[in-house]
């Protein structure tokens, strides 16, 4: 089950959409601070390029926000744009004006040596420390960034958020744009915009916005990620794309020409597919020669050139951002006659798509090989050929060439995801314990440990797990030793993995004494049934969230020793909704105890409705319940002689 706060993930994606650069910009909840004024004006020119100029005033409302408010970072990108005109100053409560001096001004550049182009990201940062910001205060910034070029020659798209648990006094957005080039806008929860005539055969749309009364995120149920809509913010859509297939297609037009076979692409796809014994196993050692080898780093999908690099360039400093990833994996797919489109995608927690086409909506891009009706991540180092990463399951994306419409990539499946462990705990006669467990899984957590335990097996560090297993007994107040088992040798992610593990630990239990014992395994293992309690007291939401079904078993053994008599054990508990299902099963052999608990919930995501937060809370309630059950024992008398 996938259950978390999201608004940090929002504020990402609004700090990035908005391209502002503004450290201040990121949130005021509490009322740390607020927009005095904000003020944002948009040119856009007949090729698509554009010109913008921003103003902001914020003012420090308490002293838990002066380090957010008394510093500003701008950042653009160096190769398309120009940052002209920067004014900053602190202005304070009694109306002086204190400029930010040339000493308080930190540039950093991705710029290569000696003035060469940057290898991959091409932002600039401008950082602007305001002087002498005190409760009561504001800063003033304001700034213009030429864009020379557009993302997408004669095309513009804009998406624009103003935060609900941000104080806005006075926010003002306003773009102009030639009226022959059909730009269009869609406006949710912010009044309609104001449309007049401007200048040179022009049009202009003005919207305001204020919003005195910040949200509390906090009432939103801070249990559960929020599934983003565009409709759920103050939000403005603008756009002169027809449809999504323009987008599709403008892309391709940047992208396609850098995905050509050369002789260099053609020998090395010929020497990694050496030994595949059919079409997939050829794909799939491209792919993983792909995730393996080319590093990720740059700007993927965020404005700028939005034209992937040379392969031969990816090649030679082996990395990339995720355009070159696929473009170079569409090259080499395409060099042993294995056709692919990029597709482009939304990774984050928005899974819907604006009413009015525009690029920003993605911010990443992998490879669909229609072939075999699969999508590849190669930026992922977690994920086997065949599966995306979690955050790409379930998402709207559309292919760059053969475009077929908004399409969806394949949600995670219940019965994909899933967990067993086994736990054998012997109680010797003193009260120390020797443990051994066994751990299976399926789907992304057997993704994730199998690429992480098979990188920790091939450094100098590994051990098997002693020295952390020790350290970890220790500060849980016992003595004793441990190890990782049986970890497989993997050369990259697997969809399926096991390991086991063993102790022996000192003193663990009181046998001279009656005695409780909790009914869990001395270490949990990743994604325990045990977890699910954090849900028993969760608040519904307002809104659809993320979730995963999958299915948890867990078996613990425990034998105790002759000198100790079993009382009692739990009575088992069963707990079931219309989509998750709970168990857990006690039997008494002897002195010898098994439990075992299980939870399936069928839950199909990507997303639930509010009302699948009842039932988690409902299963959550009675995990917790059966986490404070006990076996009961008490020591047997000595005979007497």
């Not at 304070?92 to 308080?104: L, N, T, W, Y």
């Not at 392969?311 to 696929?326: E, N, R, S, V, Y």
């Amino acid at each position: 089950m996938t259950h978390s706060m999201g608004f940090s993930a929002l504020i990402v994606a609004v700090v990035m959409l908005l391209q502002t650069g503004s450290a201040c910009a990121a949130e005021s909840r509490k009322a740390g601070w607020k927009f005095h004024t904000y003020k944002q004006r948009i040119d856009v020119q007949a090729d698509g390029s554009a010109t913008e100029h921003f103003e902001r005033t914020y003012t420090l409302l308490a002293e838990s926000a002066l380090r957010m408010v008394s510093e500003e970072t701008i950042s653009y990108h160096e190769n398309e744009d120009v940052l002209e005109g920067v004014t900053a100053y602190t202005l304070k409560a009694d109306g002086k004006r204190i400029d930010v001096p040339k000493s308080s001004v930190q540039i950093t550049s991705h710029a290569g040596v000696d003035g060469a182009p940057p290898a991959f990201s091409d932002y600039k940062d401008q950082r602007l420390i305001f002087p002498n910001v005190e409760v009561g205060d504001s800063v003033f910034v304001a700034y213009t960034i030429r864009h020379q070029k557009p993302t997408f020659r004669n095309h513009y798209s804009l998406l624009h958020y103003f935060g609900t648990n941000t104080i806005y006094d006075e926010a003002e957005l306003v773009v102009t744009a030639p009226s022959a080039f059909g730009l269009r806008e869609k406006t949710y929860n912010i009044d309609a915009p104001v449309v007049t005539p401007a200048a040179g055969d022009r049009t202009q749309w003005k919207w305001t916005y204020t919003n005195t009364t910040p949200k509390d995120d906090d009432e939103d149920g801070s249990s559960f990620t929020r599934a983003w809509r565009y409709q759920d913010l103050p939000t403005v859509e603008v756009s002169n794309f027809s449809d999504y297939a323009q987008i599709a297609a403008a892309y391709e037009a940047e992208a396609a020409p850098r995905a050509q076979v050369d002789e260099r692409i053609k020998a090395l796809a010929a020497e990694m597919v050496k030994g595949a014994t059919g079409k997939r196993e050829r794909a799939e050692k491209v792919y993983q020669w792909v995730a393996k080898n080319i590093q990720f780093a740059g700007n993927c999908l965020s404005g700028g050139d939005v034209v992937p690099r040379r392969t031969a360039t990816i090649l030679d400093l082996k990395m990339g951002d995720c355009k070159d990833h696929a473009t170079l994996m569409q090259a080499l797919l395409a060099a042993v006659d294995i056709p692919s489109s990029q597709a482009l995608i939304y990774s984050g927690s928005w899974y819907e798509l604006p009413e009015l086409p525009c690029w920003q909506a993605f911010n990443h891009v992998i490879n669909y090989l229609p072939d075999f009706d699969v999508y590849a991540d190669a930026t992922s180092t977690d994920s086997p050929f065949g599966k995306l990463p979690h955050a790409e399951r379930g998402k709207q994306t559309i292919h760059t060439s053969a475009y077929r419409g908004v399409e969806a990539t394949p949600a995670s499946r219940p019965e994909d995801n899933w967990t067993e462990s086994v736990t054998h705990m012997t109680v010797l006669p003193g009260g120390d314990v020797d443990m051994e467990a066994k751990y299976r899984f399926g789907g992304p957590f057997a993704n994730g440990l199998s690429q992480q335990l098979t990188q920790w097996r091939k450094t100098p560090d590994f051990d098997g797990g002693t020295k952390y297993l020790k350290r970890w007994l220790e500060q849980t107040g016992y003595r004793g030793s441990g190890g990782y088992d049986d970890i497989p040798e993997t050369e990259g992610p697997k969809e399926t993995f096991s390991y086991g593990m063993h102790f022996h630990v000192e003193g663990y239990l009181d046998t001279s004494n009656p005695y409780g014992v909790t009914l869990s395994a001395l270490f949990p293992s990743p994604n325990a049934i045990a977890n699910q309690v954090a849900m028993a007291a969760a608040t519904r939401p307002a809104y659809d969230f993320l979730c995963d079904g999958d299915k948890k078993s867990e078996e613990l053994v425990i034998t105790f020793p002759p000198n100790v008599r079993l009382l009692a054990v739990p009575h088992d508990v069963r707990e079931q909704t219309p989509l998750v299902r709970f168990e857990a099963t006690y039997r008494q052999e002897g002195n010898v105890l098994h439990v075992k608990r299980a939870i399936v919930d069928s839950t199909p995501g990507p997303k639930c409705e509010p009302d699948v937060a009842e039932q988690y809370a409902k299963i959550g309630a009675a995990v917790k319940r059966d986490s404070k059950a006990q076996a009961v024992y008490q020591p047997i008398p000595a005979r007497r002689h």
